[in-house]
């Protein structure tokens, strides 16, 4: 069976975001049904950087990487943060010559990463298995903070109309995919991600190297960016720095901020993120908005690690009360510090958030749930176009 | 094009409830319009609301689309509404495609058309200079207006102003305590009492602009400048900037438009023709951002002429061909007696009203307006009044959310006054009533008053706050008063309503002669006996041995006096009638009415009598 699948925001290995554990989940499940998807990313990268990503997936049937700036009409799109604009932007990419030849390639399963690459499917085959992995109700996240009703009302109509042209659509929030399902989305399936307890599991205090007291993990993304000053604001700044804790920061999210503060450490994109968890005593999600799941509280779980977050880091993550450290950050700053603290000097402490955490995470997001889940959904969409259960014979065999 | 599907999309209606008055969950506006957003929605429409734009959002229910967008509502005593910020989504929907979703699921229609059609792209051509990045989240589409450039820099000014002022603060904090551990204690507390004293006059004394607690205002009132100069209508004064453009560059729309601001004018309600101008903006946005079209339907169940002005406005100028059918229901009556034409040539007011109704066309251009009543009796004053065809819409209502209660108890019998508590509504009748049935009634525990006390605004109803400092005197166990804070819950007033025993209507006769009642609807629906005014709508709706009537105050007495000393004999007929109501007034028996509609043209104007 041949499967195109896509992925807009660059290369996806190594590991520097929620989307990134999704689609790496996703090559992952494909790799072990003995599937070798043809990859497309879209965006920019160094040669190092490609020649690493292709390393890491040789397993697949090949990599193409679209360059936005390669059409004006797609850098010009691409390049604002505004939900009819990135749909454009991928309206504009099925036109350029050599992707849509990527594109309308034969395939039997076209696997699309976010509502705003529905485009893309104009230059598909006609009859091809579509299937969209919305991750978030993105269209949401392109609307700044406190937008109006009606607006955000339009967005959602938009996003949940391209929902229809696929045949399964992915979603990775329980509370979002039964609320697609309230407004007619009929083909949405819940589809918690399937995560590996990692080996970084405890680990702190038999880790070599630069050791930190707390983490963050982010992209450019805004609420990211947002939630770390606030943090650094109310927090940090004025009621842990002076008990001599040190916080590291990963990921792009670092472009965006400019604490120039000495205990304060911006490591900025890390190639081995298992490394900075494990010199880590305990993770700090501190986001005040966002939609779909929080892949990054879940992480921080997988690695063991006690999470110190808001109600908005807990989205998707249910009844997680006695495994995440949850507190209401603006309201209580001095209370979040105490328990940072808290955590940070007990390790009896930190070991018990730890062993709950992952129980958890095997629980509920475990990888072999996910591969059940996942065979559920594309089963029939395989079995219609083969005639067989070619999932099932591949997992038999 | 994407033409992937094998079986043709299935085309589903929009059903539009529109209802520029709701707010809150005050009156029937909230009740009526779920009730028919669900029957919508169980009969295979897609339904979305439209409301005001102060509407209250946490009131509704998640699985319904709602459009808070209007910013003018029934009353017009308040100013309009600062319209919603609706930046980035195409609002006009005279340049459309109107590419139908369906046509690009069965791909005869390209995505990019439809997505062009949602939002509000900038043309391939031009290249923007102040285009948003990922940094600040904001859309795209900023101008290099003068007012930008100043809202801009003052932002940034005032995040360097917020950072000195940290520093600042800083700064007191560490000369507080150097004070507390260094100075004598004596001598602090004189300080810090010196301090409290005079903080107040300091702050009079200290600009606003250095005063951390307005910044949030003032980064609204900067980011609404921003917005404003996307060159939407968002923002405070829409009316004059529309006074000074062209009215429509439709002619004949221009034309009609011309005709309704001249004759308004000269009437001396040139204020009916501004909000109408407000209503035909917010109504346009709707039908561009709701993805409205021709084979959808637009529910106005509480209109006025100014509506029917902005809707004429909007069908003439979009065409027959994309407008959706609009169908608009008038609930307020219009004449106090009978109606006849002595009775308008004699009424200034209504001379007035039919003169504006004539800025109607007769022929409706479009052929997409139909005009309805919910009475039979409110119909024949308003086609006698306008000479327009009115059709009769049923009542919607959720009678199934009132508790059944069974005959056979014991302890008194409840009586219930629902609704806002307004003098034509005859709350003031309701002390004197209780006073008149003290002795008979009230002492011997037969009855008890459970009354919603939900006041309305007191400079038009004089009668009613006098009256609800009396009803606070009885006793608690004989009256009590239910939604003095405020508006009820649905889940609160519904189970106020399951209490009824008998349901009482003091209304005034005149104001509820050809007028429906939502009250009257919900106790026939759940077979309660009711006390209404005599020779009404209300009255008529009486199953016979149902409910009683009243013509003054003391048949009212005697009429709920003569329901309770039988009521066994008036309850089983109420319960009788309540099936057969139900045949006709339902949320469903409506939708399938505007269903109905797309098999019959719309009717012409009556001829002159």
Known sequence: MHITYYYPWGFFHPIRSGAAVVADRHLSYFRARGYRPRVIVLGNGTAEAQAAFEDHYSWVEDVHVFPPERSAAVQRNYEVWDFGRFLAAHAAIAEVPEFRDVLSRPTDLVFLNYAFSAPLLEAVPRGASRVLESLDIISRQFLRQRPSAALLEHHLGVEFALYQMFDAVLMINEEEAAFAEQRGVTNSHYMPRGMDVSDALGGYEHASGVQYDLVFVGSNHGPNVEGARRFYEQVFAPRLRSRGMRWAIVGSVCEQLDFRDPAVTMLGQVEDLDDVYRRTKVVIVPLFSGTGTSIKTLEAMAHGKPVVTTPCGVRGIPNCEEQVVTFDFDGAPSLVAEAIAELCQSRVLRESYAQKSTAYVLKHFGPLGYGQRMDEVLEPLVSSRTGSTSLSVVRAA | MLGNRVTEPAVKRKLVILNNGLKDHRGHYFETSISLAEAARANGWTPILATHATCRMDMLPPWLSVFPLFTTDHWMVEPPAAAPDVAGAVTSPYDRAFTSFEDVQAGRAALITWIADRFDLPPVEVHSTSEATLDDGHSA??????????????????????????????????????????????????????????????????????????????????????????????????????????????????????????????????????????????????????????????????????????????????????????????????????????????????????????????????????????????????????????????????????????????????????????????????????????????????????????????AYNPLSGPAMTRLKQFPLSQVELVGEKGPLSPEKYYELASKADIVLLPYERNRYRAASSGTLAEAIAAGRPAVVPADSWMSSQLAPGAGATFQDFESFVSAVCHVVDHYARYRSAAETHRREWLKRHSPAALVAAIGATELEPVPAALSAA
């Open chain 2, 141 to 458: 589409g900023l101008s290099n207006g003068w007012r930008h450039r100043i809202a801009h820099g003052a932002c940034g000014g005032l995040h360097q102003l917020r950072r000195a002022i940290r520093v600042a603060q800083r700064v007191a904090w560490c000369g507080e305590r150097v004070q507390f551990y260094l100075v004598p204690p004596y001598v602090d507390l004189l300080l810090r009492r010196f301090a409290s004293v005079m903080t107040t006059p300091l702050l009079l004394t200290i600009p606003r602009i250095l005063q951390p607690r307005f910044y949030p205002r003032l980064e609204e009132r900067l980011t609404e400048v921003l917005t404003r100069d996307r060159g939407d209508t968002n923002g405070s004064r829409p009316v004059e900037k529309r006074a000074r453009e062209e009215l429509s560059p439709d002619p004949a729309t221009r034309q009609l438009m011309t005709a309704a601001r001249q004759r308004l004018t000269e009437l001396g309600i040139r204020k009916e023709f501004d909000h109408a101008q407000l209503f035909l903006r917010d109504l346009e946005r709707l039908t561009a951002m709701a993805d409205i079209g021709p084979r959808d339907h637009v529910l106005l169940g509480t209109a006025h002429f100014r509506e029917l002005l902005a809707v004429d406005w909007f069908t003439s100028r979009l065409g027959r061909e994309r407008s959706p059918s609009f169908h608009l229901e008038f609930r307020h009556p219009l004449f106090c007696g009978d109606p006849s034409e002595e009775a308008v040539e004699a009424s200034e007011s209504l001379r007035l009203q039919r003169g504006v109704f004539q800025l109607h066309p007769a022929a409706d251009r479009s052929q997409r307006i139909r005009l309805y009543t919910d009475t039979e009796e409110l119909r024949a004053e308003y086609e006698l009044l306008t000479k327009q065809n009115f059709g009769v819409f049923p009542i919607p209502f959720r009678a199934e959310l009132i508790s059944s209660r069974s005959t056979a108890q014991s302890g008194p019998l409840t009586l219930v006054f629902l609704g806002d508590a307004r003098d034509e509504k005859g709350f003031h009748w309701l002390p004197d009533l209780i006073e008149r049935m003290t002795a008979d009634y009230l002492q011997p525990r037969r009855v008890r008053f459970l009354l919603q006390a939900t006041l309305g605004t007191p």
